[in-house]
């Protein structure tokens, strides 16, 4: 039975210390079914000792999707109840699987301790439970379900008097955004963003006209009540959220907007069970202010994806030079959305000209950016309660490297402004360092609970106990080797487990031995051996123990306070991370175009579209890899003169290539990176499309030819004079 469990909890052998009448389920069996109906809609991990179990039809489901074995545990109704179960201990890796198959799980421990149960009702009563937490694709904050490498966005969209908005927001990095949109820009934006959910009202999901695009999203849709939408009560939870007077600072937003975001924030609520993440204030992605880029030329550009299904041979894989998590999220974002200004593409390209030429500077970034841990993460999983020694760890050794970058940035001459911002994004940490670096072991365990995080030298309390806990152990095997002289047993042991606690054990051949000497009480028979205790070995045991627990408490307090030091300076450790990040990307890029020779584009606010000597990333860079014939360069003129160009040639001929190279370059230069030409010249682009090949869409009872109608009429309803077709 695990120490949490009273004496009085069924144990997962099934062997109930109180009995039910028959018919009647047991006073477990019970609970379970009053928290389950609470969460129909989710499997329920209901902890027992050192198990999640599931009962009814949660452990059917579950045991089908895990391949673990169905058990019964008593009746119900005059039926078996199935039960299967995993442990505690590995339960991630069962979670991350069940999240994938599309399950939602909430998390069922226990809310009180035995002792307090006993005193609440007496020997029998059992231990409250309650969920709480609920895991859901788009809320996952653990380090091993989560990519590194990428963002995993909950989104929610909501209709206002026929206006759409769109929020979404990275539960496990905090960061937060919105934008209005028409009902035929949703499946662009949904593909562009790739949201692990997507929260949206009943209404909403029953659109005919948006079925379509609903079927392709059928895994990641939470239908929700219309009343979770309402922009009045979103309102007030956004001002609550970030404890604000007026909405004014987050931007212009919609009532759409708003009812999206306030949505997210309730989802969270209920999800987190009151404990909220700490989310970055919304930024609102502005009208016209991104590229668009719709699903179907995203896909077929391969741009974060194959189209095989994958992030091999793709182009985010092909540029990605990034040595962060953060940066790399980050460059996925800036492909995803390309800029439409030029003043801010150019203060991204200032960044990579810089670090192109100066070689010293850009190693030594790369250098300490490895170095570099997830402080978003970290800071989520602290701010959640879920975090543990060595995400405090990770705040550590995340800041000292923000301030080697800072300082190497400091004394770079003449560094373009957005370089100077990351440098200054870097701030000054000195004194929550300090504590950190002499408060945390350098070996730390995975949970405060395990103890042995606080350095020695730290807390001289803590100290104390320790000593005293540790030299009981000391004291325990000179113990041992006296009772061996004394009873001239040279096999007897002094041995610990979480039943019997210490105890002396001798094999059955010697127990008759001990049985006959009155210090030594006898505790248990086993099949081979015999155990005893004795007065002193329980008096040095109860001084270990109270040692040990006073230790660990100690330990727990420490943990906390430091915890809450850090989220008191969140949001500034949160900016050093985002400048690691802005960091990383231009470093990153600036490596990118030397190993490639690509070249700085010219952004103008023109129509021009001039490519000289042009490649296809990706091509090339497969070509390298294969050691074949470099890619034959090739150029493009779409100028106002030239806006219009006909392509012919038989099949292989490069036709494709020569099109997705092109939109490929686009997509660069606008995202802020050098381009595989000689030179580039263009004129910044609102809206991209590309359709390449031919293929039919048969789940949606689309023909090939329909498929190239449906996506032409597209190009001719929304292209403009600014769009590269």
Request: proline share 4%; charged share 25%.
């Amino acid at each position: 039975m695990d120490a949490e469990t009273p004496d009085n909890a069924e144990t997962r052998d099934g062997k109930p210390a109180e009995d039910a009448a028959p018919g009647k389920p047991t006073p477990m069996i019970e609970q379970f079914l009053a928290i389950k109906a609470a969460h129909p809609d989710a499997l329920l991990f209901y902890r027992m000792g050192d198990f999640y179990e599931m009962f009814f039809d949660d452990a059917v489901k579950a045991s089908a999707a895990l391949d673990i074995t169905l058990t019964k545990r008593g009746k119900h109704g005059g039926d078996d109840i199935p039960m299967c179960g995993v442990p505690v201990h590995s339960a991630e890796g069962y979670l991350s699987r069940l999240i994938r198959r599309g399950f939602r799980v909430a998390i069922c421990e226990q809310v009180e301790s035995p002792e307090e149960a006993k005193k609440r009702g007496g020997s029998k009563t059992l231990v409250k439970r309650d969920v709480v937490r609920v895991v859901t694709p788009g809320t996952i904050t653990e380090e091993s379900l989560l990519e590194s490498r990428r963002h995993n966005y909950l989104a929610a969209l909501a209709e206002v008097r026929g206006a759409l908005g769109l929020a979404w927001v990275d539960v496990s990095t905090g960061d937060f955004h919105t934008q209005p949109l028409e009902a035929a820009a949703l499946g662009a934006v949904l593909a562009r963003l790739e949201p692990g959910e997507i929260l949206l009202s009943e209404k909403l999901a029953g659109e005919e006209t948006l079925r379509p695009l609903w079927s392709e999203w059928t895994a990641a849709l939470t239908p929700m009540p219309g009343s979770r939408f309402n922009s009045e009560n979103a309102k007030k939870r956004l001002e609550d959220a970030f404890d604000v007077a007026v909405l004014d600072g987050f931007g212009d937003l919609s009532r759409a907007e708003a009812a999206a975001a306030g949505a997210l924030i309730d989802y969270l609520d209920l999800t987190q069970k009151g404990e909220m993440p700490r989310l970055k204030p919304p930024g609102r992605v502005a009208d016209g202010a991104v590229m668009e880029i719709d699903a179907a030329t995203r896909r077929n550009l391969e741009l974060t994806r194959a189209l095989q299904g994958g992030r091999e041979g793709s182009l985010l894989a092909c540029i990605d030079r990034t040595v962060t998590g953060a940066g790399a999220r980050l460059l996925g974002d800036r492909l995803a959305m390309p800029l439409t200004a030029p003043a801010d593409i150019s203060a991204r390209l200032d960044m990579v000209d810089y670090l192109v030429s100066e070689t010293a500077l850009r190693d030594g970034l790369r250098a300490t950016l490895r170095e570099m841990p997830d402080i978003e993460r970290a800071l989520s999983r602290l701010t959640l309660g879920r975090g543990g020694p060595r995400d405090l760890a990770a705040v550590r050794d995340g800041l000292v490297a923000g301030g080697a970058l800072q300082a190497a940035l400091a004394t770079a001459p003449q560094i373009p402004e957005g370089l100077a911002a990351c440098r200054d994004g870097f701030g000054a940490h000195g004194e929550i360092l300090k504590t950190l670096a002499s408060a945390l072991r350098d070996e730390l365990p995975l949970l405060a609970r395990d103890g042995g995080l606080v350095a020695a030298g730290y807390s001289d309390g803590l100290d104390e106990h320790r000593k005293l806990r540790d030299e009981g152990r000391k004291v325990i095997a000179g113990m041992e080797a006296d009772y061996r002289k004394t009873t001239g047993i040279n096999g007897l042991k002094i041995k610990h487990n979480n039943v019997l606690g210490y105890f002396v054990e001798v094999t059955d051949a010697h127990g008759e031995t001990l049985r006959g000497d009155d210090s030594f009480i006898h505790r248990q028979t086993m099949a081979k051996a015999v155990r005893f205790t004795t007065v002193a070995l329980s008096e040095l045991e109860d001084k270990i123990a109270r040692a040990a627990g006073k230790a660990l408490a100690l330990e727990l307090e420490i943990f906390e306070i430091l915890r809450q030091e850090v989220l008191a300076r969140a949001d500034v450790i949160s900016e050093a991370a985002e400048a690691a990040a802005r960091a990383d990307i231009a470093a990153g890029l600036a490596a990118l175009a030397v190993e490639r020779r690509y070249a700085r584009p010219k952004l103008t606010d023109g129509t021009e579209f001039l490519i000289d000597g042009g490649r296809h990333p990706v091509v090339e860079a497969a070509l390298q890899r294969d050691n074949a014939d470099g890619f034959v360069p090739n150029g493009c003129d779409l100028g106002p003169e030239k806006r219009l160009w006909l392509i012919t040639g038989p099949n292989m001929a490069g036709k494709s290539t020569f099109l997705r190279q092109n939109a490929l370059i686009a997509i660069l230069a606008q995202t802020g990176s050098f381009v595989p030409a000689e030179a580039a010249t263009i004129g910044v682009i609102d809206r991209l499309f590309s359709r390449v090949g031919a293929s039919d869409d048969l789940a949606r009872g689309r023909s090939t030819f329909m498929v190239e109608m449906v996506e032409t009429a597209a190009i001719l309803n929304q292209a403009t004079g600014r769009s590269l077709v």
